[in-house]
T-cell receptor, first 117, second 111 residues
Framework: ETGVTQSPTHLIKTRGQQVTLRCSSQSGHNTVSWYQQALGQGPQFIFQ???????GRGNFPPRFSGLQFPNYSSELNVNALELDDSALYLC????????????????FGQGTRLTVV | LAKTTQPISMDSYEGQEVNITCSHN???????ITWYQQFPSQGPRFIIQGYKTKVTNEVASLFIPADRKSSTLSLPRVSLSDTAVYYC????????????FGRGTSLIVHP
């Protein structure tokens, strides 16, 4: 168990709808990253939040948005769902340090399996 | 430009030692090398991390040559439960660690 929990575990949505996925970070962690993993592929970085602000973003359109709350829990929102958005969505929490080399271990949740029909 | 390059797949047998090599020719001075394991429909799980030379924990060893342009994950005496995808990652630039995954190496352990 990593201490990172995601909800829901499975979800089915219709094309064009909106979805919100949730992540509860490991206690004490101030950074959360979201990933999309299509079948047979490695996880693709969507974005990262550090202390409630976006700290980096991958090659995903603006309809993918996120929030990080003061308790460091997080949400991933996807608008105007497309069939290709069907994937496993992973949340990872870590503790970021300012300055110096980064040697942070990221703890992943079990993921949310989103199916768009 | 891919940060890391790994074999797509490997096969082994129970009880054997498995070595998975990863190339990261453009590794930055401050980057660490991290390996993750992932089972189907689960999130990746941290295995081991290192900066240079050799690191060993209860699960695996990580060998990093002096030039740090590659690394080798060594799994001693694998079992069927080690069948998984193994990812090699290097730290991102800019002072913030954003784990960036490639396609990983699919390891199948046979009886």
């Amino acid at each position: 168990e990593t201490g990172v929990t995601q909800s829901p575990t499975h979800l089915i949505k219709t094309r064009g709808q909106q979805v919100t996925l949730r992540c509860s970070s490991q206690s004490g962690h101030n950074t959360v990253s979201w990933y999309q993993q299509a079948l047979g592929q490695g996880p693709q970085f969507i974005f990262q939040y550090y202390r409630e602000e976006e700290n980096g973003r991958g090659n995903f359109p603006p309809r993918f948005s996120g929030l990080q709350f003061p308790n460091y829990s997080s949400e991933l929102n996807v608008n105007a769902l497309e069939l290709d958005d069907s994937a496993l969505y992973l949340c990872a929490s870590s503790l970021a340090y300012t300055g110096g080399p980064m040697n942070t271990e990221a703890f992943f949740g079990q993921g949310t399996r989103l199916t768009v029909v | 430009l891919a940060k890391t390059t790994q074999p797509i797949s490997m096969d082994s047998y129970e009880g054997q030692e498995v070595n998975i090599t990863c190339s990261h020719n453009n590794i930055a001075t401050n980057d660490y090398i991290t390996w993750y394991q992932q089972f189907p429909s689960q999130g990746p799980r941290f295995i081991i991390q290192g900066y240079k030379t050799k690191v060993t924990n209860e699960v695996a060893s990580l060998f990093i040559p002096a030039d740090r342009k590659s690394s080798t994950l060594s799994l001693p005496r694998v079992s069927l439960s080690d069948t998984a995808v193994y990812y090699c990652l290097v730290g991102d630039e800019g002072g913030s660690y954003i784990p960036t995954f490639g396609r990983g190496t699919s390891l199948i352990v046979h009886p």
